[in-house]
């Protein structure tokens, strides 16, 4: 088990040049995208710019607002919004703080989103037989989390308490 902190504490100064009131943490970069935490103080700004990756833009606590080109929206916690790679997006919190993840995702395209699309698969193995008619799609990776054990099923011969 690996556990990425972040949170107070952990944060640095985040956000293009010209950003005030911000600071975050990334909790995990690699080929398949980056996730990070985001804190915005009152009056924080990130300033508008444009990235080459599909974002999730997830706020989890307070509220602001986002900007997707020219247009502008109030989002709350709870609310998610997409920017679409190489659009001029930003975020900002008036007299209120906010906090988001941002899930950046360097190989999607706005077109996965929309339902009944799929995006083309390059490799022949990672692609289920489709029926006639029917678009093939890449096979899913992964598995169930493991099950947390009763207390009547842990073992505590390797002398940890329950």
Known sequence: ??????????????????????????IHSGPEGTIAELAFSRRALI?????????????ISG??????????????????????PGELH???TD?????AIVV????????????GTVRPVEAASDVAAAEPGQTA????????AERTP????YDTSAGEPW
Do not use: C
Request: proline share 10%.
């Open 63 to 84: 509220g602001g607002f986002v900007q997707v080109g020219d247009e502008r929206a109030r989002v709350n916690h709870g609310e998610a919004v997409i920017w679409p």
């Open 104 to 115: 950046e995702l360097p190989h999607a395209q706005p077109s996965d989103l929309i339902e």
């Open 95 to 99: 007299g209120t703080e906010m906090r």
């Open 137 to 144: 799609v890449a096979r899913a990776r992964g598995a169930l």
């Open 150 to 153: 009763t207390k009547k099923e």
């Open 90 to 92: 930003g975020a900002y």
């Open 47 to 59: 300033t508008p710019h444009s990235n080459p990756n599909l974002t999730y833009f997830i706020v």
């Open 1 to 26: 088990m690996e556990i990425r902190r972040f949170g107070p504490g952990h944060r640095r100064p985040e956000g293009p040049p010209g950003t005030t009131g911000l600071t975050g943490q990334v």
